[in-house]
Every structure is written in C-alpha cells, then in structure tokens.
T-cell receptor, first 111, second 114 residues
Framework: QKEVEQNSGPLSVPEGAIASLNCTYS??????FFWYRQYSGKSPELIMS????GDKEDGRFTAQLNKASQYVSLLIRDSQPSDSATYLC???????????FGTGTKLQVIP | GAGVSQSPSNKVTEKGKDVELRCDPI?????LYWYRQSLGQGLEFLIY????????KSGLPSDRFSAERTGGSVSTLTIQRTQQEDSAVYLC????????????FGPGTRLTVL
C-alpha cells in the first residue's frame, strides 16, 4: 500500500463547477496535511495546509480532513480554466520531518 | 533573494560522470529539503537538513547520492557515476522551521543523463 494515494485522473470539470480531489494516507500517526498545485513544467506551490479534523476554507478552496478515515480532500469552487494543473497531496507524520507526496491528480477545467 | 534558487536549471551529462546540484534557500530558513520528480511521477523525498545536520538520509536512492549543507544555508546534492535512471527534475525546498512550516520550492534542476 502506498503511503499517500491519489487518483491520477485526469479529472475533468466544466468551468464554474466544483472540483473534488481526494487523498488517502496509510500512517495513522500523520499530523500535517498539505495540498500543492503544480503547473506543467513548474514547481509545486502550496495551496492549503490542514492539521485538525474538519474543514478549512480559503477563498475558493476548502480542505477537509478526516483522521479516523485517513482521508483528506480538496474542494475547488467555481473552477476556472486557470485551475487546470496537477494537485499533489502531501502528508507529514508526527515526529518525522519527511513529507510524503502522492503522485498527484491532474485536473482539467473545461471552458 | 526572494525565493529558493537552484542551479543549474538544466544539466546534461554523460553516464558515469559526477554532477553537483546547488540549492540556495530563502534567507533565514533553517530547514532544507531535496526531492526528485521523474517524468509524470510524484515527488520522491531524498533528504532534509535542519541547520547543517541531516537527520534523515533514508530517501537517498543509493550510496552514489550524497548531500551537504554548510553555514546553515547553501546545500549541494552530489550524484556520483550518474546512471540514466538518475534523469529527473531535482527540487529543493526550504522552510522557516520544521513541523507546520510551509515548504517553498525552488524552480528545480532538470538532469538528463545520456
């Protein structure tokens, strides 16, 4: 079992719709969770971080964490073509500084 | 500088040669990370530094890979006797500290081993 799993996609959504990106992780001791966006040929950039169960909202983005289910998701409301990118889920396990990344989900927002 | 810088941006080398990749973190960032990203793949953790110390070297793929950091700033990733499977983008990230601090990524070095 991979430490951090994501559906590779591509996930296609129409412009203006809600995009839902999902991630599961295997280590119950994980403490910190991150969503990065990576445009083709570019470096990852942080979108959201979440540490506690529940929802965290920032503009059009909402991160959701459920530690019992070992599940973290990212919702993008009012999706725009500029949101088309690969979204990487990253998890840090408590006591360790290593951050494990998923392989990413490619999102395509269709105008 | 304003962000993490890496050099060179591109490196083409022949199989068996040694290469050095450089990372200059954001000023004041004590933590520094190296990752590798192969074409179409996710990020593979290689090593991290807290100050000049590298507590976790478990991600280094083989003993051909080594890294050092001096003065709590610049880091160098060295790959000896490069192989074609070493071809990838090598990304460096830095953060103000560990745990919850955000990692900021550099632009990467694209390494091609012929």
């Amino acid at each position: 079992q991979k430490e951090v799993e994501q559906n590779s996609g591509p996930l296609s959504v129409p412009e203006g719709a809600i995009a839902s990106l999902n991630c599961t992780y295997s280590d119950r001791g994980s403490q910190s969770f991150f969503w990065y966006r990576q445009y083709s040929g570019k470096s990852p950039e942080l979108i959201m971080s979440i540490y506690s169960n529940g929802d965290k909202e920032d503009g059009r983005f909402t991160a959701q964490l459920n530690k019992a289910s070992q599940y973290v998701s990212l919702l993008i409301r009012d999706s725009q073509p500029s949101d088309s990118a690969t979204y990487l889920c990253a998890v840090r396990t408590g006591g360790y500084q290593k951050v494990t990344f998923g392989t990413g989900t490619k999102l395509q927002v269709i105008p | 500088g304003a962000g993490v810088s890496q050099s060179p941006s591109n490196k083409v080398t022949e199989k068996g040669k040694d290469v050095e990749l450089r990372c200059d973190p954001i000023s004041g960032h004590t933590a520094l990370y190296w990752y590798r990203q192969s074409l179409g793949q996710g990020l593979e953790f290689l090593i991290y530094f807290q100050g000049n110390s590298a507590p976790d070297k478990s991600g280094l793929p083989s003993d051909r890979f080594s890294a050092e950091r001096t003065g709590g700033s610049v880091s160098t990733l060295t790959i000896q006797r490069t192989q074609q499977e070493d071809s990838a983008v090598y990304l460096c990230a830095s953060s103000f500290g560990l745990e919850k601090y955000t990692q900021y990524f550099g632009p990467g070095t694209r390494l091609t081993v012929l």
